[in-house]
């Protein structure tokens, strides 16, 4: 149903609008009305003067006996001499006098042109003029003048009447009327004007009624297009727009107001109850990343339980001071009180972090200050408390370091094959040679005999460079990884058992467990670590590392390599191999420097069994882990994943 115009804002500008304008409009219709009225009766009273001047004439004539031929009859038509009558209009200043007949033909004028022509206002069509002067009344013409000019006259005709009052002539006299024709050009003017500036006026109702409307529509549009429903929009009832926009208005201020109630609530939670569980100490238990809340005397405020974990704190870590808790941590201990002291925030720092283990760890640290936040936004004012946000880098680290490696083993696997090729020519030329002495000395003579032990020492140091170089170069070349389906149960039972005569040599037991995934991989590479892996075990279990506390004979009397096998949990289809043995495991200080070439305990080792061990993990994608402690044994772990480039999720040194 089409609304009232009287009911809408915008109707009622319009009919305000279309009011004011009438009301001027009538204004000036009355304006130009009333000075209609003053000029015809400026006109009148002239035209009534003209009259009576008229009279005047004809009396005049018939004192001059002018007009007697009139009433003797019509065929004996006077004659009134023209210049006669001039000299009568010019000593009355008068434009011209005329005698006209009863029907209009100009008998005789001032002006002698006109004499035999006929009255044009007398003879006008449907003209009064005429009967009004047949019954003895005189008439006035209306005012003649030209568009535009200063001058106009007015003419009155009078009856001339004979003795029985029977109009028989007309006189016609014609006066400038200077004063009327002032009036009428001043009513003309003005009525232009005044009908101009209503058009203008109009115009500008039309434009002022869109300018006073536009930001009423834009505000309209703009709250019927806002997202959401702004409530009150489009429930105003029968209403308009403006009461819409109203209620609008009010259901937005009701919000702020309730938004604004709410704030209160929660800050006044947050300054007074501290026990209570606010919703941000539940968001960040549920976070990943290890959270420290300490307030502004540095003791702890709130916690979550990955920072428990990560720092091993307790139960009762709340409202402990910074230093009582991170007693173990003086570098985070030192970040966090900078921080409190100072209002500065520092991010991305990297912190190495021991465990009770000795198992170092790296942590991200960022610290920021807690400052009141102010109604626009801006935290200002003094430092509330400081949060401390810990993620595990270790992982990410390793990660790190396994890609640098495998980018440092293929630069310096290039670099140092070709030297080490030199090095091995030059040792084959003095193998030949030390064999020929001892070829030359075995003739004979006490000389002779210590010629040969010399060149068997000899030999023995060239075997060894030999092994070194061997091994070296194994660790060094670029390897091509010559990749195949490798079942892993019959590469492990294959290694374990060529390797058996050995250990049942001395006396050590090997056992194979556990379920062997098949993966993608260069067979030879890996039976090469694996056999790194077992020989390093039967030889810390035979005593060969030279370290100080490693038993000779192990806790429950046997030595005992056991090879198992499993899936790996995190990756689909990889799998984990694991060389255990209880021999005298591995010194804390080594743990960190186990997989650098070069790195031995032992006598006659080349530290390049564990390095080449790494070097295949990492070539597969894989990785190398090692859990020890001395006194209990080492296990030795290989993660494969079923190809490489297969990425994991990396563990850590365990
Ligand atoms: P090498 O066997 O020539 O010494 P590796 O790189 O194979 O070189 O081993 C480096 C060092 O790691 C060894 O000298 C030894 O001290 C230590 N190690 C390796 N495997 C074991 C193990 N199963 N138990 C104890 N120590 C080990």
Known sequence: MRESPLRTYEGQIRI???????????????????????????????????????????????????????????????????????RIARVKGMVGIAILSMDGGILSSSDPRRVGQIDPFLSAPGGRALGTLRIGRSVVTPLDRAAGSRHATLAAYSPIRDRRRESIAVIRVEQEVPVLAGVDRSLRAIAALQAGGLVLLLVMVILFARWLL????????????????????????????????LLAFRGVLDK???????????????????????????????????VLVFDARGRLAVTNAAASRLLHLDGAAAGKSIADLLAAHPRLVALIEESLATGRGRSREVLPLSGPSGKETHLGAMVS??????????ASGPVEGVICLLADLTEIKMLRERVGLKENLASLGEMSAGIAHEFRNSLAAIQGFARLIARTAGRGGAGREEAREHADAIL???????????????????AALDLA???????????????????????????????????????????????????????AIAGR?????????????????????????????????????????????HLARLFRPFFTTKDRGTGLGLALVQKVAALHDGRIEVDSEPGRGAVFTLVLPARPGQHDTPGSLS
């Open 16 to 86: 305000v609008l279309v009011l004011l304008v009438l009301f001027l409009a009538v204004a000036i219709y009355c304006n130009v009305h009333l000075l209609i009225i003053a000029r015809n009766a400026i006109q009148d009273e002239a035209g009534r003067r003209l009259g009576l001047e008229a009279d005047l004439v004809r009396a005049e004539l018939e004192r001059d006996q002018m007009l007697r031929g009139l009433r003797s009859g019509p065929e004996d038509v006077p004659y009134i001499p023209p210049t006669y009558l001039d």
């Open 214 to 245: 536009q930001p009423y529509r834009r505000l309209l549009s703009a709250a019927g297009g806002a997202p959401g429903t702004l409530s009150g929009l489009g429930r105003a009832g029968g209403h308009d727009g403006a009461d819409e926009l």
């Open 256 to 290: 702020m107001r309730d938004q604004e109630r709410e704030l209160i609530t929660l800050e006044r939670r947050e300054g007074g109850v501290t026990d209570a569980l606010i919703p941000g100490e539940r968001l960040i238990g549920g976070m990943t990343s290890a």
């Open 369 to 378: 200050p807690i400052r009141p936040v102010s109604p626009d936004g801006a």
């Open 460 to 478: 023995r140091e060239v075997e060894s460079v030999e092994k070194v170089v061997r091994d070296f170069l194994r660790y060094a070349r670029p």
């Open 485 to 539: 389906d490798v079942d892993l149960e019959r590469l492990v039972r294959g290694e374990v058992a060529g390797f058996r005569e050995e250990c049942d040599a001395r006396g050590l037991s090997v056992v194979v467990k556990g379920s062997f995934p098949s993966v993608r991989a260069d067979e030879a590479l890996l039976r090469q670590a694996l056999n790194n892996l077992l020989r390093n075990a039967a030889e």
């Open 545 to 589: 590392n030279g370290s100080p506390d490693a038993p000779r004979e192990s806790s429950n009397g046997g030595g005992r390599i056991e090879v198992r096998g499993m899936p790996d949990p995190h990756l689909s289809g990889g799998a984990r191999i694991a060389i255990a043995d209880n021999g005298p495991g591995i010194a804390r200080d």
